[in-house]
Nanobody, 124 residues
Framework: QVHLVESGGGLVQAGGSLRLICTNSERAFSSSAMGWFRQGPGKEREYVASISWSGGSTHYADSVKGRFIISKDFTKNTVNLQMNSLKPEDTAVYYC?????????????????WGQGTQVTVSS
């Protein structure tokens, strides 16, 4: 069973940066697409970003494009989300996802594994 654990959340002022880390216990980490979703207070869960199994292809939601960077570290079995120029509307619980299936990565149903989430709060 794949076990995903997120870390790195916290409180930051608008304009600041945070780096989220997702540790993946899956043996087949190197062959798994991974990504991030988020759910803000009173909002639907939404797609943030994803990265292909090789790390060579990335995709971002329009709301974070140019500010967030997703990357894979094969030596540590982690997926990282560098978040820059944070805005209050980025406040949410961020979820790491793995076991991505072929199809639209923005759909929650395309992901087989989910972490417990980490809280990110951006103050104005």
């Amino acid at each position: 069973q794949v076990h995903l654990v997120e870390s790195g959340g916290g409180l930051v002022q608008a304009g600041g940066s945070l780096r989220l880390i997702c540790t993946n216990s899956e043996r087949a980490f190197s062959s798994s697409a991974m990504g991030w979703f988020r759910q803000g207070p009173g909002k639907e869960r939404e797609y943030v970003a994803s990265i292909s199994w090789s790390g060579g292809s990335t995709h971002y939601a329009d709301s974070v494009k140019g500010r967030f960077i997703i990357s894979k570290d094969f030596t540590k079995n982690t997926v990282n989300l560098q978040m820059n120029s944070l805005k209050p509307e980025d406040t949410a619980v961020y979820y790491c996802v793995g076991q991505g299936r072929d199809g639209d990565p923005t759909m929650a149903t395309q992901w087989g594994s989910w972490g417990q989430g980490t809280q990110v709060t951006v103050s104005s």
